[in-house]
């Protein structure tokens, strides 16, 4: 028997169906980001045989998972949480040392993870998930009705690919993993190669978790992989049923279309970004421009700018008040101390992108963003260009991952037209006074444009509420029907199955007569909500 | 002005935005299915511009449509019903001189997918379909919460493809344009060249409709097509979001990897058909064989066996039971009469798959689906083969299109293993008395088989409500998420946008407070239903 601090101690491994596994000789190393020196620690590439042995007990736990009840998946989500923070300050520490993130910010994006691993244990008690609906037999009808009884089921094991810039929320631990499991799905997971440390660690809380409830050992695995070869045989193994994925543009749409090209396709739901443009309207900036400025740098330079949320573009009027407000965002920028950034690829693409946008025509570089003089450090970048200029070159519209903005002074009446220009996002902001005239219009075509509209606010930070939708139009995601944040994320892996004319005794408890589990149910079309412990009644609010 | 008898006339054209249009001299026609001889009035292929004005006349249309109240979109829905009633029997004519399905059949699909349009106005109208949710702000939360209101939206305009079987009720007027409508999106069809005719008057209904409300000219557009380049131009065409398919697993994949190969994927909801396995017990057949056997015989034959949901394979345990119900089965289906099938292609492709099946080893040929001796006539077929057989020849696993089936005899303790070798499909049948032994490992093996699962009854026939699940695993479909057909149908054509923070008054009206459309709801995680006209109360049954 291994303890609980073995059990907890990173070595440098593949986590396979509960065991260590290190079949390639081909190891690879984080870099701390402060000094660009590699970390002591090697990890082993996955080999296909690997990956394959990982899919494998996926799909055996499936068959475990499917006939348990919730509570234990429940309480499976609720040791995850538990244990990511009974391992206390040592992941914090290990993860500082590969994203460089911080100290304050790693404890609070642990406390997100555990709320929303606790959110969807909640979700899952309440049975809200399995979107239970009844149709009795209706033998007057043409032509006559069965009963039909349908529910939400697990579509199969799961692939998650970390992301580097959230390497706990959406990570190993992260909302993927946890819709993953509240589905009933177990989960394979591919490290982000950033932080392998904090995978493993993240993983082998997860498995301490599986072994408190007595979970099958495949209930969860991690795969390291630095290159494309792991992600793309993880993608690819026929186990696998869908693919939850944050990153880039890029390396997303090429699993996509790995996933879409299988002989039996699997959805790949990929999160690959935003430029999450504001509207600023001129009676805003005239009424609070500091203020919106200040907000918007903020947000802006949260984690040194690498949050898919992060606001890249503002659209600001032509005059005085655009002008005020640009002047206002460079004097902050200017003296805002940012950490250096996640990677070294993130870090010189970001170099290369922010020299080609200072030298498009018409563009003025307000703020230049230096390079640091040690690791991957780089100071916040702010440019402005017109409407037109915005128009003519499609280069303006493509995200800039890091501290970096674009402020677009458009004159009056050219609004519509400048930001139909846009490609789909994550968010899309306004500022404006409560009693400006109708901006209908704007939200119509801003609803086009965004899965979340944000008034008066900023899109950095993305609340776990059943009303969230993380998501929007390609490029943003894959699936634009689909949020990677909030209780509806957990749909993205189930698939419904009906029942037709089933003994009560034989259903499922969820879909019986009686509601023996007490779960939300839409019955011949209307809604019965669960009732209150201890009550008989429905509660209405 | 043209009158309604004329809006009425089938000319063979295409119809665009509610223009006659036929710029190809390409023209292609019907064919008689009980003689084989062609129809009088030929049809012009499409051309790619006449598919862009199509695409483009849509996207304006959604502008349109985005800013109706629901009432309007039921009340389109509403008159596309009455319109295809009002039409009376020229449809039914017209729809069996180009399938042979029969008056009696087709008045019985027109009646089904009037139903299904006016099923999907009262959805539209009680506001269901928005899946609405509301949480409200919560500064107590760790980070606070903002308020954030969440509803489905139209994903913009639709294309659909009429299927060959369902000249109605999964064609022009069936339920991918009833769901695209619902959603709010405008459609654009292209009709199957089996039945032009059916699917030009199908849609001079629905633009006599649209006539009726004052909808857009372009929310709804007919293209004709014989080949697959019409269809590939509309999959490919910018402004299409989403595409709903019911045909051939060729035809489907082939669209598929076109959605999911463009420059921005588009889903490809593609429904290509299923074996519907029937699992009978050794009890079910002891109590009530030659009763199973008139049933499934029934629902094989139903259409000449041209159902995506008919019954393919009977799995029958070894022994007296089963050999005495393939007698029963052979007995009835040899003095079956059925129509002739769909289309040459149809009828020479089931001839082709029924000698192929005859020389598999281990198969014996029951009862021989003779070809006719005029039109696209074939008698139905009875196979069967042993356990052994059939895990030995995948091609035993595959859809016959037809009145063609194949009986499995199952050794005991051999049904597990058998089964599991099926491919994803629609339903699964299992005939067996009530009080028999616990099958719970019969249903979780089928639950990974199917979408929809039939208790001692037969798979044809899919009710229109709210539980419904017409869709399955790949390759029943290419999205085992989603259904074709019952009220969750519509989700497939709407994405979710979510409100941060927004002043009630700017809003959509289906997320302010005081809900004035009067919509179901889920507030702070509990359903909130639509209150009862005349009531304040929420009613709980």
Redesign the interface.
Known sequence: MTTHSQLLNVTGANLIAGRESRESSDRFTAFDPRTGDPGELAFPEATPAEVAQAADAAAEAL?VL??WPAARIAGLLRAIAAHLEDVGDALIHLADSETALGPERLA?ER??TC?QLRAFASVVE?G?HHEA???HRDPQ???P??D???MQ?P?GPVAVFGASNFPLAFSVPGGDTASALAAGCPGVAKGHPSHPGTSELCARVILAAAEDVAAPSGVFSLVHGRGHEVGQSLVLAPQIRAVGFTGSYRAGRAL??LG??RQ??I?VYAEMGSVNPVIVTRRALAARGEQIAEGFVASMTAGAGQFCTKPGIVFAPEGDEGLEFVGHVARLLRSAELGPMLNEAIWQGLGEQLAATAGIPGVETVVWGARGAQGFRIAPSLFKADAKAFVDHPQLRAEHFGPSALVVTVPDGALSDTISQLD?GLTATVHAE?DEAD??DL??LL?AK????????FPT?A?V?????H?G???AT????H?SVGA?AI?RF??????????DS?LPAELRESNPLNI?R????????RQPPGTR?????
Chains 1, 2 share one sequence.
């Open positions: 068959d499917r006939a609070g406390a997100r709320a309440d809200w609906i009844i149709d009808a043409t032509p009705r069965p039909l009884r349908r089921t579509i996509f279309d879409a090209g039996d396709p959805p789909g409560d901006l209908a939200r119509r609803e965004a899965g979340r509209l944000v008034w008066n606010g930070g609340a509420t059943f009303a969230q939708h998501g139009p390609y490029p894959t699936a634009p029907a949020t509806t749909r189930q698939r419904p199955i009906a029942y037709q004319d089933f003994p034989r939300p839409l019955v011949d079309g209307r809604w019965v909500d009644k429905t509660e209405s609010p």
